[in-house]
C-alpha cells in the first residue's frame, strides 16, 4: 500500500519558485496515478495536477498551466511538483496522492485530478505566497 510523503513547502514571495517532491514510503511507483492538490482555508480540495508513473503525459488545472510542473525520477522514486511564477492564491496545504485505479482519459492517458479518485493521501506541506 502506497504512502506518500510530500515535502518541500515553505514561505516565498509572489514571483518566486518553491519544488515539491512526493515520495511512495514502503512501496515503489510503477503503474499508479500520482496527483498534486491544494486546500486552502475554507476552500475545498481542488486538483493541481497529475502524472502516470507508467508514462503519459501530465493534465494541469487552468489556474497553474504554465506556471507548474509534474515530473518524475524513477531512480529517487519521486514525483515533484515545480511552481514558478507563485501567486498569492497559490496559498494552501499541498497533497500528493496516489492510486493505481483512477480515471484515465483514454486518448492522452492522463490522469484525472479529481481528488475523490484517490485513496492514498500524504500529510501535506503549506505553500505560503506573499504579496
Known amino acids: 500500500q502506497v504512502q506518500p510523503v510530500e515535502s518541500g513547502g515553505g514561505s516565498v514571495q509572489a514571483g518566486g519558485s518553491l519544488r515539491l517532491s512526493c515520495a511512495a514510503s514502503?512501496?515503489?511507483?510503477?503503474?499508479?496515478?500520482v496527483g498534486w492538490f491544494r486546500q486552502a482555508p475554507g476552500k475545498e480540495r481542488e486538483g493541481v495536477t497529475a502524472?502516470?508513473?507508467?508514462?503519459?503525459?501530465?493534465y494541469y488545472a487552468d489556474s497553474v498551466k504554465g506556471r507548474f510542473t509534474i515530473s518524475q525520477d524513477n531512480a529517487k522514486n519521486t514525483v515533484y511538483l515545480q511552481m514558478n511564477s507563485l501567486k498569492p492564491e497559490d496559498t494552501a496545504m499541498y497533497y500528493c496522492?496516489?492510486?493505481?485505479?483512477?480515471?484515465?482519459?483514454?486518448?492522452?492517458?492522463?490522469?484525472?485530478?479529481?481528488?475523490?479518485?484517490?485513496?492514498?493521501w500524504g500529510q501535506g506541506t503549506q505553500v505560503t505566497v506573499s504579496s
Open positions: 514502503g512501496y515503489t511507483y510503477s503503474s499508479d496515478c
Open positions: 502524472i502516470h508513473t507508467g508514462g503519459g503525459g501530465a
Open positions: 496522492a496516489a492510486d493505481h485505479r483512477v480515471w484515465r482519459d483514454q486518448k492522452g492517458g492522463t490522469c484525472s485530478i479529481e481528488p475523490y479518485e484517490y485513496n492514498y
